[in-house]
């Protein structure tokens, strides 16, 4: 237990934003998505879910929801996970301050090439996740991950000691659990994702998940999380108040 408290420590010593300089932009919003891409996601569900994102940034009502805020604009950093071994910033923080901007991130990523990697660090997915915030060079109000998969942490950290650490920082997390009711690897559908992350994952004030029931239903799912994040329309369902 100590080296797993020492191993999370270490991972989210980070995590702590830095001092605020001169050239910190306000934004209304700090979000970073993180993306699972571990094997247990073949090709045509990586599309979905890649295309997923890409649609959710340019919906209107996304926009429409940036562009209402405060300072009408946010900052989005999109990265992928698997395990402890793979954390890849995709791309980096990047203002999203009208269509243009929400189209020219969308395209990005959509040609951005995809990797399919080994095992599932939920923990350490949101540790890297916390990182970003650490010198972006913005400032806001709130900073929210946005963390999405399709199974549980079996590698690395376990996810409610880094979650518990990032909400003392006054970092909200959010979830996405895909349920996938088929067998993974030869192991039996894991019919309780939700109920872990509603326990285990999302923190924070306001915090929330949003289940797609597979990835067909992945775009939707995104599509509404987005707006409920970016609206900040808060609820206490399934958090853990720091």
């Not at 420590?9 to 050239?23: D, K, N």
């Not at 400032?139 to 590698?155: A, F, H, L, Q």
Request: net charge neutral; hydrophobic share 40%.
């Amino acid at each position: 237990m100590k080296r797993r408290t020492a191993l999370v420590g270490s991972l989210v010593a980070l995590a702590a934003p830095a001092p605020v300089r001169a050239a910190d932009l306000p934004v209304d919003l700090q979000l970073v998505l993180a993306v699972d891409v571990s094997r247990s996601i073949d090709e045509v569900e990586a599309e979905l879910q890649r295309r997923g994102y890409v649609e959710a940034l340019t919906n209107d009502r996304t926009i429409d929801a940036i562009l209402s805020g405060e300072h009408r604009r946010i900052a989005l950093c999109y990265t992928e996970w698997a395990g402890t071994h793979y954390q890849v910033v995709v791309i980096d923080w990047t203002v999203i301050d009208s269509p243009g901007a929400a189209r020219s991130f969308a395209e990005k990523l959509s040609e951005a090439p995809r990797q399919s990697q080994s095992w599932t660090a939920v923990g350490a997915a949101l540790a890297h996740a916390g990182q970003r915030f650490d010198g972006s060079g913005f400032i806001s109000k709130r900073r929210v991950i946005d963390v999405s998969g399709d199974g549980r942490t079996n590698d690395g950290p376990p996810a409610e000691l880094v979650r518990d650490r990032l909400v003392a920082q006054g970092i909200v997390v959010n979830g996405l659990p895909v349920m996938m009711n088929r067998s993974n690897f030869g192991r039996p559908p894991d019919l309780l994702l939700d109920k872990y992350y509603e326990e285990n994952v999302i923190g924070g004030s306001g915090s929330f998940m949003i289940v797609a029931d597979n990835f067909d239903h992945f775009g939707r799912a995104v599509r509404t999380k987005l707006v409920r994040e970016i609206s900040s329309i808060g609820t206490t369902t399934g958090s853990h108040p720091g």
